[in-house]
Structure formats: C-alpha cells, structure tokens
C-alpha cells in the first residue's frame, strides 16, 4: 500500500532517517520503497492534471531538494501547464521552530529568507500562485511577505475547481 505524504519533512523519516537508524529491518526499508511525496505519486499513477493556466514562484524545501529532489515536482506542474520558475533560494531560513526562537536564531533565518525566497515573493504579481510543499517554508513566507504559499494539493485543487484559489489564499 502505497503511503503519500505531502510535508517533505515527514517523508523524510521514512525515506531517510529510518532506514539509517534500522538498516536491516525488512520493514523499514519496505516503508521506505512504499512512501512518496504527492509529486512522486501523481507522476508514478502517470496522473493528468487540469490545467489552471496561471503563472507560479516555486520554492524547495531543503529536504525535498536534498533527498527526493524537484523532478517529479517539476513533471507535475508541466503536466498542469503553469509557467513556473523554480527559485534557487536555497533554504527559507524557518528550518521548523529554529527560525521563530529570539536573537541569533531569528536573525539568521530572516537574512537566508531576505537572500533570494522572500524578495521574489514580494516581487510577484499578486496572480502568480507561490508554491512550496514545505509547512516551515510556507510560515517564513506568510509571516515575511503579504502572501500565502499553497502546497501542490491546493494548486491542484484549485485547477479542478476552475482556476480560483482555495479558501482565503
């Protein structure tokens, strides 16, 4: 049975950090044979999106850039005609709670935001959909810009919806 996740963080563990803490547990690297990021599913199942016909900024998550990379991402939102641009941000600077904790912490994670992420954000056209899988990439952005990030699964939705985005995004 097919296990789909959509934070690049938790599919992380499985893909990840279970297998190297249970190197020769039977059931931990079939969990990790069996666990896919949306992305990964959708292109898998050969699944054909409607096409929204909007523009978008993408952004990473480190962990879905460092382990599972952005191809399958990429593949997806091709297959739903978006005109994308993939930043080269590197990390938001959130990395979950380090990002929110007072002092250096703080400082460090609005200057890695401030390098590439947040500026093309601001610098979007308010119809450009900002697009990040990542639950800490999509907080440094709404707590830094005016905008809301959407998870693929939103961007889908939306296009099956007719275009509109979901709920107050």
């Known amino acids: 049975v097919p296990v789909v996740g959509l ?3 938790c599919i992380a563990v499985f893909r990840d950090e279970l297998t190297n803490l249970f190197p020769n547990d039977e059931n931990a690297r079939r969990l990790n044979g069996q666990t ?3 992305s ?10 409607p096409k929204p016909e909007r523009k978008a ?8 850039k460092a382990l599972m990379g952005m191809t399958d991402e990429e593949k997806v939102l091709e297959k ?6 993939v930043l ?3 990390c938001c600077g959130m990395a979950g709670s380090w990002g929110y904790e007072k002092g250096e912490h703080y400082d460090v994670s609005m200057k ?3 390098r590439v992420l947040l500026p093309a954000v601001r610098n979007a056209d308010k119809n450009t959909l900002i697009l990040t899988d990542g639950f800490s990439c999509s907080s440094q952005i709404k707590e830094a810009t005016d ?3 959407l998870h693929l699964a939103q961007v889908i939705q939306m296009a099956l919806r007719g275009g509109g985005p979901p709920g107050d995004y």
């Open 7 to 9: 934070e690049p963080s």
């Open 36 to 38: 896919y990021l949306l």
């Open 40 to 49: 990964e599913f959708l292109e898998k199942e050969n699944y054909q999106p």
């Open 57 to 64: 900024v993408v952004h990473g998550h480190c962990h879905h």
């Open 80 to 85: 739903l005609d978006l005109d994308f641009e």
């Open 88 to 90: 080269d941000s590197g």
């Open 112 to 114: 890695a935001g401030e």
């Open 147 to 149: 905008r809301r990030a």
